[in-house]
Structure formats: structure tokens, C-alpha cells
């Protein structure tokens, strides 16, 4: 396969319709065609080195209806960052706590129904941040590390165990040392849908592939994993704000 050797990467306006939309134009020697991505950044166009630029935008737009549904569902998957401000709300285990923001020597962070208090010598962004991912990470810990062995009694499997993981790419991860690696953020998903990314990885310890005898012992453990699975793909960003 030839190097496609980076030329050029600048930012260029698309007239779609009635419309101009911003975008990334690279250029590479030795590609051949216009690509079109669409991702959280915006579009990207990957052109050949010496395609003139009218050339290059009158075959992205005879993808302009492509272009504008793409842009469409990543505007609408698009999730404000966190406010750590008195009275932001914030996920948890599928609800919602309202974040109540109080001053005091000793910082610490409690839970009281639906809101979450959060005590610190200074009500200022960073110290509030840090205590509410605190407060996930030991309460993620403890809700994980329960269904991790309620489920894995279910599934007759010694359990596993299990670490946190920051990833924002992927929920969870297993291997043949019978480590188990969940997201700390996961905790903010509805319970059914932790259970399911759950039993998906304890799956894995008997099959450690995505074979269609692990995905009958996925079934097995979670008989409704299907409509899960397309749930959690439909909203995981909902859980990665902070």
C-alpha cells in the first residue's frame, strides 16, 4: 500500500444549501479520492495533493444530505460539559442528584436522597470537581464490586477481580488473568445497563472472544442483552461529561 504522505491541513467554508458549514481539508500525495468523516470535531475532507479545491467541494457536496444527517446526530450527541456549580444536576445509577455546595473545614462529600452535598473550604471549580469524581470513584467501587459478585454467583463463576478504570473509550475490558476493568463512569448509566456491560465481560471468561458461543453465554447471563446493548449505545455519551 503507498505512504499517503501528509500535505496539508486547513480549515475551509462548504456552502451546503443554504448553509456554510466549517470544515478540515486534508490533503495527502498519493490518495486517489475524496473521503468524507463526520465525528464530535465536525467534518473532515481527505483529498489528493493537486485536486483543485472546486473539484474537491463539489464532491463533498453531492454527499450533502450524508454530511448534514452526520452533523445532525453529533450535534444531538453532544453533552455540555459538567457545571460544578450549587444546584447543577448530575447522573447517578440512571437519576439524577443535584449538586448543593456548602464551605467547611473539614471537606467531605454525603448523599442525602436526591442530592448530592459537597462541603469545601472554597466553592471554586477545581476542589468541587475533584470531590465529586471522589465520591463516584468510591461509590462506583462499592455498587461495581457488588453486582460484580452477585452476578458472578449467578453465572456459578469464581469472580473475578476488579479494577477501575478511567477509559473513556470502552465500559469495561477482561483477560485470561481473570481481571476485570470497569469504568468508574458506568455508575452513571441505569442499573440494567451496568448489569448487562457486566455480564458481557464475565462472558469472557469462558469465551475470550466475540464468537457466537460468547455471545449464547452473554444470552444466558442477560436474556435481554440485545435491547440493553443498543440502549447503551444509544446514550453512552450521556455518561462521559465529566
Same mark, same amino acid.
Given at each position: ?55 474537491? =467541494?463539489?464532491?463533498? +457536496?453531492?454527499?450533502?444530505? $450524508?454530511?448534514? %444527517? ?5 450535534? /444531538?450527541? *453532544? #453533552? ?45 471549580? =477545581?476542589?468541587?470537581? +475533584?470531590?465529586?469524581?471522589? $465520591?463516584?470513584? %468510591? ?5 461495581? /464490586?457488588? *453486582? #460484580? ?94
Amino acid at each position: 500500500m503507498p505512504t499517503r504522505e501528509l500535505v496539508s491541513r486547513d480549515l475551509h467554508r462548504l456552502a451546503l444549501g443554504a448553509q456554510r458549514l466549517d470544515y478540515v481539508l486534508v490533503r495527502r500525495r498519493g490518495r486517489r479520492g475524496v473521503g468524507l468523516k463526520v465525528d464530535e470535531t465536525g467534518l473532515t475532507v481527505s483529498a489528493p495533493a493537486t485536486m483543485a479545491l472546486a473539484k474537491v =467541494e463539489a464532491l463533498a +457536496r453531492e454527499s450533502e444530505r $450524508w454530511i448534514v %444527517r452526520k452533523i445532525a446526530e453529533w450535534s /444531538a450527541r *453532544r #453533552v455540555p460539559a459538567a457545571e460544578w456549580v450549587d444546584g447543577a444536576r448530575l447522573r447517578y445509577l440512571g437519576a439524577t442528584l443535584t449538586l448543593q455546595l456548602a464551605t467547611g473545614l473539614r471537606p467531605r462529600v454525603e448523599r442525602a436522597g436526591d442530592k448530592l452535598w459537597v462541603i469545601v473550604r472554597k466553592c471554586e471549580e =477545581e476542589p468541587v470537581r +475533584r470531590a465529586v469524581v471522589g $465520591w463516584y470513584k %468510591r461509590a462506583a467501587l462499592d455498587h461495581l /464490586a457488588a *453486582r #460484580v459478585l452477585a452476578l458472578s454467583q449467578a453465572a456459578r463463576l469464581a469472580p473475578p477481580r476488579l479494577m477501575l478504570s478511567s477509559a473513556l473509550g470502552r465500559w469495561g475490558s477482561c483477560n485470561s488473568r481473570r481481571e476485570l476493568r470497569l469504568a468508574w463512569r458506568l455508575v452513571k448509566a441505569p442499573p440494567a445497563l451496568v448489569d448487562y456491560v457486566i455480564c458481557h465481560e464475565l462472558a469472557h471468561l469462558r469465551h475470550m472472544n466475540h464468537s457466537v458461543a460468547f455471545w449464547a453465554e452473554v444470552e444466558r447471563q442477560c436474556p435481554d442483552y440485545r435491547r440493553l446493548r443498543d440502549e447503551l449505545f444509544a446514550t453512552d455519551y450521556l455518561y462521559r461529561s465529566f
